[in-house]
C-alpha cells in the first residue's frame, strides 16, 4: 500500500489513537472517525480503556446518530403527565444532578420503564431527562438493532455503552426495548439476536452495579411482552397515559401560539377536546397541523394562487378546520388499541 510521507491530520494523537484500536494504521482512518475518536480520549489523550477493542467506525456511528446533542425538550414542553414527571424528578434527575446525596439506601436504580400507548410523550420524557439532568442523551430504535444491524447489533452495542461511559452522566433510550428484550420463545429466535440480547443484558449488568452514571429508559406500549430478566433490570416502572381533556386542550394551545395562530375560543377548544377522546399527544399534533391547512386549502379553493398568498390575508384557524380534519381518514386512535393489554399488564 502506498504511505503518503506526510500525514493528513492528527499528528502524533492521531496516530496513538490508532495504535490503539484494532491495531489499525492511522491513514486507514477517516478523518471524521479521527476527530471523532479525539473527542473521546482523555485529558491524557489516551482513548478510554472501554473504546479500545471497538470498531471505529461504529464509534463514529454512536457519537454522530445516537448520541443527541441537544435533546432540547423541556419539562413545560410536555402537557399533562404530573405524576410521571414528579416521579421521575425524585427517581432520575436529583440522583443524576446530586450523586453524593443519592447513595447507600437512596441509590438510584439504574433502569427505568415508560410503557404505554405509543405517541404519549415517552421519548419526550427521555429527551427532558437528560436535558434537565445536563446528561448526555443518546437514542436508538431496539427494532433497528434487530433489523438495519444484523449480525453486527452486538458490537454497536458495545460502542453504545462504551461511548455513554465516557460521556457521563448519559441517559440511554432505548425505545420498542420489548422487541430486544422480549420472552418469545428461543426456538424460533436467531442465533444473533439471541447474542445480542446477552450483550445488552451484560452491558446494564456491569453499570448497574458499578458507580457510573448511566440511566437507562426502555420505553415500550407491549410491556407484556418483556421478559423477565429485562423487568428485574427496570425496576423503576412508569405508565404514561393518554392526555387527559386539559393535557389536549393545553397542547393544541401550544402549537397554535407558537406560531402565532391561536384564534380558538375557550368554547371551540372544550367542543375539539370532546371529539378527541383517546387521542394520543402525537395524534393531537398531527391534527393540529392537519386543521392548520384548513385556512391555506380555502384560499386555494378560491382561485388564490399559492406564490400570490399573503399570508396577512389568511384567515384565522377555527374549530370548522378541526371539524374537517377530524373527519379525513387518518391514523388518529392507533393509541386506543394498546390501552387496554398495557393496563392489565400493569395490574399483574
Ligand atoms: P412516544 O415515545 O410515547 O411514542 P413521543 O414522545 O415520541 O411518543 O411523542 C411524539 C410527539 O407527540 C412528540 O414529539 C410531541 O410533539 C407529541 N406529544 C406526545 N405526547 C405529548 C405530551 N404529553 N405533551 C406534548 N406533546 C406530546
Same mark, same amino acid.
Given at each position: ?133 445536563? =446528561?448526555?442523551? $443518546?437514542?436508538?430504535?431496539?427494532? +433497528? *438493532?434487530? #433489523?438495519?444491524?444484523?449480525? %453486527? !447489533? /452486538? ?14 452522566? =448519559?441517559?440511554? $433510550?432505548?425505545?420498542?426495548?420489548? +422487541? *430486544?428484550? #422480549?420472552?418469545?420463545?428461543? %426456538? !424460533? /429466535? ?24 448511566? *440511566? ?133
Amino acid at each position: 500500500n502506498f504511505v503518503p510521507p506526510i500525514r493528513s491530520s492528527g499528528g502524533n494523537t492521531g496516530n496513538m489513537i490508532s495504535s490503539r484500536i484494532s491495531g489499525k494504521c492511522d491513514d486507514a482512518l477517516e478523518d471524521s472517525t479521527r476527530k471523532c475518536l479525539e473527542m473521546l480520549c482523555g485529558p491524557d489523550g489516551e482513548l478510554p480503556e472501554k473504546l479500545r477493542n471497538l470498531e471505529p467506525r461504529l464509534i463514529e456511528h454512536v457519537s454522530n446518530e445516537i448520541m443527541d446533542k441537544d435533546p432540547n425538550v423541556r419539562w413545560d414542553d410536555i402537557a399533562g403527565l404530573e405524576h410521571a414527571k414528579k416521579c421521575v424528578m425524585e427517581m432520575v434527575i436529583w440522583p443524576l444532578l446530586r450523586p453524593d446525596i443519592f447513595r447507600g439506601c437512596r441509590s438510584p436504580g439504574r433502569g427505568l420503564l415508560l410503557f404505554g400507548p405509543p405517541g404519549t410523550g415517552k421519548t419526550m420524557i427521555g429527551k427532558a431527562i437528560a436535558g434537565e439532568a445536563k =446528561a448526555t442523551f $443518546f437514542y436508538i430504535s431496539a427494532s +433497528s *438493532l434487530t #433489523s438495519k444491524w444484523i449480525g %453486527e !447489533g /452486538e458490537k454497536l452495542v458495545r460502542a453504545l455503552f462504551g461511548v455513554a461511559s465516557c460521556r457521563q452522566p =448519559a441517559v440511554i $433510550f432505548v425505545d420498542e426495548i420489548d +422487541s *430486544l428484550l #422480549s420472552q418469545r420463545k428461543s %426456538e !424460533g /429466535e436467531h442465533e444473533s439476536s439471541r447474542r445480542l440480547k446477552t450483550q445488552f443484558l451484560i452491558e446494564m449488568e456491569g453499570f448497574d452495579c458499578g458507580n457510573d452514571q448511566i *440511566l437507562l429508559i426502555g420505553a415500550t406500549n407491549r410491556p407484556q411482552e418483556l421478559d423477565e430478566a429485562a423487568r428485574r433490570r427496570l425496576t423503576k416502572r412508569l405508565y404514561i397515559p393518554l392526555p387527559s381533556s386539559e393535557a389536549r386542550a393545553w397542547i393544541v394551545r401550544n402549537l397554535l401560539e407558537k406560531d402565532g395562530l391561536f384564534k380558538l375560543s375557550e368554547e371551540d377548544i372544550i367542543a375539539i377536546c370532546k371529539l378527541t377522546e383517546g387521542y394520543s399527544g402525537s395524534d393531537m399534533k398531527n391534527l393540529v397541523k392537519d386543521a392548520s391547512m384548513g385556512p391555506l386549502r380555502e384560499a386555494l379553493r378560491q382561485g388564490i394562487e399559492i406564490t400570490k398568498l399573503r399570508k396577512e390575508d389568511m384567515r384565522a384557524i377555527t374549530r370548522q378546520d378541526f371539524e374537517y380534519a377530524l373527519q379525513e381518514p387518518s391514523d388518529y386512535q392507533h393509541a386506543l388499541g394498546t390501552v387496554t393489554s398495557v393496563l392489565q399488564w400493569a395490574k399483574c
